[in-house]
Nanobody, 121 residues
Framework: VQLQASGGGLVQAGGSLRLSCVVF????????MGWFRQAPGKEREFVGD????????DYADSMKGRSTISRDNAKNTVYLLIDSLKPEDTGIYYC???????????????WGQGTLVTVSS
């Protein structure tokens, strides 16, 4: 299984960006999908996740109200839309896939290579 994240780039504060993550190797509906990010000099942090069917979505407090996670299992793709971007949103954004046996453990089994988001003030 491989994950490929894309959609990052340079954007001005207040703008929006949609990231995509394509799952290769197995149908994406086998996995709960998560988004994480790592700011320069900081540890990786949870952004949000979405259940296999897309019915349950959770967000980190810092992302609530201005981000939307969705998925299209027919395209094996998961999305992260972030509105009202702030300079502190700058970082590498990673998608990850979690197998059902690891639900509740916090462990993700597969990771993408990350896509860089830079927000200018």
């Amino acid at each position: 299984v491989q994950l490929q994240a894309s959609g990052g780039g340079l954007v001005q504060a207040g703008g929006s960006l949609r990231l995509s993550c394509v799952v290769f190797g197995r149908p994406s509906d086998n996995y709960k999908m998560g988004w994480f990010r790592q700011a320069p000099g900081k540890e990786r942090e949870f952004v949000g996740d979405i259940s296999r069917t897309g019915r349950k979505i959770d967000y980190a407090d810092s992302m609530k109200g201005r981000s939307t996670i969705s998925r299209d299992n027919a395209k094996n793709t998961v999305y992260l839309l972030i509105d009202s971007l702030k300079p502190e949103d700058t970082g590498i954004y990673y998608c990850a896939a979690q197998m059902p046996e690891n639900y509740g453990s916090g462990r993700y089994d597969y990771w993408g290579q990350g896509t860089l988001v830079t927000v200018s003030s």
